[in-house]
C-alpha cells in the first residue's frame, strides 16, 4: 500500500484543482484501491486560491455582489476563517480573466473595480489579517477601478471626474483620496504572489502579461504610457514611488495600488497556500507527490504551483511527479529544480479544444499509468533487498 499526496494546480479553462485532484485519485484507486491517496487544491494566488484554502481550514464562504472588468454584474466568493480573525480573497473572483468571455475582452476599458467591491466587504467583518490572491487578471489598470471602489476620484485638469478604466490614464492630472477607505488600523495585508515584475518597462505588466490579455500592440503602447503617468499621480499624491517594486506589476498592475495605497507584506502565493492548508503534515511518511498544472515551460520554474509543491517534498525526501496539459521548451531546468517526472496528457493527435474537452479522462488514464509504474518499481526494489 502507497500513501501518495495529490495537489495540482488547475488546468485554467478546463479544470479545477480539486477536479484535476479527484480524478488522479481515481485513476490510482483504479488499479491500487488499498492506496492511501490525500487530496489537496492548490494555487499560487490566482484563480483558485480562495478554494484551496477553504477546502481545509474550518471556515465560512461569503459572496458580493460585484462588477466584473467590464461592469457586468457577478457574484465572488472570499472565505472567513481562523475565527474570523482571517479573511481571504482573489482578484480573479471578481476581475479575472474568466469572468469575461474571448470576444468581449477589451484591455483599455477593463478594470478592477469589483475587487475594491470585495476588499470592502471583506473589510467589514474587521479581519485581523487580510490575505489577498494577485494573479489571474484580465486587467491592466494599476488597481484603477480597485481605488475607485474604495473612494478615490480620478479628476482631469478641469476637475471632472474620469472612468476608472486605463483609456483615461494620460488625462489624470490629481487624484481626490477625501472619501478613500484607508487600511483598518491593526490590519496586516498579505499579497499573495510569486509574480516579481515591476510596473512599467521590458518586464513590466503591459509588456509582459497585458499580450495574454488579448492586447494589441498599438495597446501596449498606449498602456505603457498610461502606467507610467499614472504612476507619477500616484507618487505626487501620497509620497510613495512604489511602480519599480517587484510584484509591483502583479495582476495588471493592482500589486502596485495595494503597494502605494496600503502598507502590505507580499509572500509567495503558493508557500502561503501549503502553509494555510498544512501539507506539511501530509508530506510525513508519503511515498509520492503528484502535482500538475495546464502547461509545464520556462515559467513554471518561477514560483508556479508544480515547482513550489515538489520544492517543499524535497525537504521531506518524497519524488514529485506532475500531470500537464502540455509542455513547452526544454524540461531540464523544471527536473534541476526539483521534479522527478512530468507526464504530458495527450495520447494521440488531437485539437486543443479536444484536449480540454478531455482532460479529466486523460488525468485518468495517465494517473493509472504513474500507480502502476510506481508500485512495479516498488515491488522490485522489495523483492532486491
Known amino acids: 500500500m502507497a500513501k501518495i499526496v495529490v495537489a495540482s494546480d488547475s488546468f485554467k479553462g478546463s479544470a479545477s484543482s480539486l477536479e484535476i485532484a479527484a480524478y488522479v485519485k481515481k485513476g490510482i484507486k483504479s488499479l491500487y484501491p488499498e492506496d492511501e491517496v490525500i487530496l489537496f487544491a492548490v494555487a499560487d494566488g490566482g484563480e483558485g486560491t480562495v478554494e484551496a484554502v477553504m477546502s481545509k481550514v474550518s471556515g465560512t464562504w461569503q459572496t458580493a455582489d460585484v462588477q466584473n472588468p467590464l461592469g457586468e454584474t457577478r457574484q465572488a466568493r472570499y472565505g472567513i476563517f481562523n475565527g474570523g480573525k482571517s479573511v481571504i480573497l482573489e482578484m480573479a473572483e471578481a476581475s479575472g480573466l474568466t469572468t469575461v ?70 488625462e489624470i492630472a490629481e487624484l ?78 493592482l500589486g502596485f495600488a495595494f503597494m502605494t495605497f496600503f502598507d502590505v507584506t507580499v509572500q509567495s502565493g503558493i508557500e502561503t497556500v501549503l502553509d494555510l492548508v498544512g501539507f506539511d503534515q501530509a508530506l510525513r511518511n508519503a511515498d509520492m507527490v503528484v502535482t500538475g498544472e495546464g502547461c509545464m515551460d520556462g515559467q513554471s520554474l518561477h514560483g508556479k504551483a508544480p515547482l513550489g509543491i515538489a520544492k517543499r517534498a524535497q525537504l521531506y525526501e518524497v519524488p514529485t511527479v506532475a500531470i500537464v496539459g502540455s509542455t513547452k521548451g526544454d524540461l531540464t531546468p523544471v527536473y534541476q ?21 478531455q482532460t479529466l479522462d486523460l488525468v485518468f488514464t495517465i494517473a493509472q499509468g504513474i500507480a502502476n509504474f510506481y508500485h512495479a518499481i516498488s515491488q522490485k526494489t522489495s523483492e532486491n533487498l
Do not use: W
Open 101 to 170: 468571455s474571448e470576444d468581449k475582452r477589451d484591455i483599455l476599458r477593463s478594470s478592477t473595480y469589483g475587487t475594491g467591491q470585495v476588499m470592502l466587504q471583506a473589510l467589514s467583518h474587521q479581519p485581523e489579517r487580510l490575505y489577498v490572491g494577485l494573479g489571474g487578471s484580465a486587467t491592466n489598470d494599476a488597481g484603477m477601478g480597485f481605488l475607485a471602489a474604495l473612494g478615490v476620484r480620478f479628476l482631469d485638469s478641469q476637475g471632472q471626474e474620469l472612468d476608472p478604466i486605463p483609456s483615461s490614464f494620460g
Open 176 to 253: 481626490d483620496l477625501t472619501h478613500f477607505q484607508t487600511q483598518p488600523e491593526g490590519l496586516d495585508i498579505i499579497l499573495l504572489s510569486d509574480v516579481t515584475n515591476p510596473l512599467c518597462g521590458e518586464f513590466g505588466a503591459s509588456a509582459v502579461f497585458a499580450p495574454q490579455k488579448g492586447a494589441r500592440s498599438e495597446e501596449i503602447d498606449e498602456l505603457e504610457a498610461g502606467l507610467m503617468h499614472f504612476a507619477k499621480i500616484c507618487e505626487q499624491a501620497t509620497g510613495k514611488s512604489c511602480k519599480d517594486m517587484a510584484g509591483a506589476g502583479a495582476a495588471g498592475g
Open 337 to 357: 529544480a526539483g521534479l522527478s517526472a512530468v507526464f504530458p496528457i495527450i495520447n494521440a493527435p488531437m485539437t486543443l479544444e479536444e484536449a480540454m474537452e
